[in-house]
């Protein structure tokens, strides 16, 4: 099995380096899709000597959006060029643990699921940011009312899905809506399996970079409901 990992990067020049060498400290086989949308910051000097870097495990390939477009925009671009036979989501920040992947991808690799969630909730989480835990709380209730389902953390970035569902998923959301959008069209029809497994969280402050807000909820709920009606 080949693992696509899809990074959207804005801005991230303080942890781009470090993240790309957890992700290819993973022991297996992986082509690495940095799409960096419209970075100012120094970021791309980072990604340009990155960029066709290989060794036994890795691939890094770097796509270059001219300006800044969202998260959806950058998952749309990646989604479209994977190669590998299951796609994660890695963003370029250091609250997502790479280590963990081999767990994240057990159910997909032992034919029991077609897609995982990995749930902050659920596993180790810094104890950070009441109010986007609330946040959380009520996009997760919309989500399990509106598609029928449990889901303990529709927002999280580690999505794993085969190939083929990725590249059906025909993404519009340009934003952080992407999030409701993938996860819409996913239990939609409820024809995947799809299971969530507990992952570790690092949340940063705003002082980090972090860069979702409080109105994003608004922005998500236009996704989950337009996708559901």
Known sequence: M?????MPCYNEKNTIEEIVSRVRAVPIDKEILIVDDGSTDGTRDILARLNG???SHNEIRVILHEKNQGKGA???????????????????DLEYHPEEYPHLLDCIVTD??????????IG?????????????KFVNFVTNVLYDTFL????TCYKVMRREIAQKLDLHAKGFGVEAEITAKIFKNH?????ETPCAYSGRGYEEGKKIHWWHTFVVLYWLIRERF
């Open 2 to 6: 080949k693992l696509s990992v899809v």
């Open 191 to 195: 024809k995947y399996r799809v299971y």
């Open 74 to 92: 950058a998952l749309r671009t990646g989604f479209a060029q994977i190669k590998g036979d299951v796609v994660i989501v890695q963003d370029c």
């Open 112 to 121: 029991r699921a077609d897609v995982v969630y990995g749930s902050r909730f």
């Open 152 to 155: 303990t953390d529709m927002m």
């Open 124 to 136: 180790t989480h810094r104890v950070f940011f009441y109010k986007h835990y609330l946040g959380n």
């Open 53 to 55: 870097v290989k060794d």
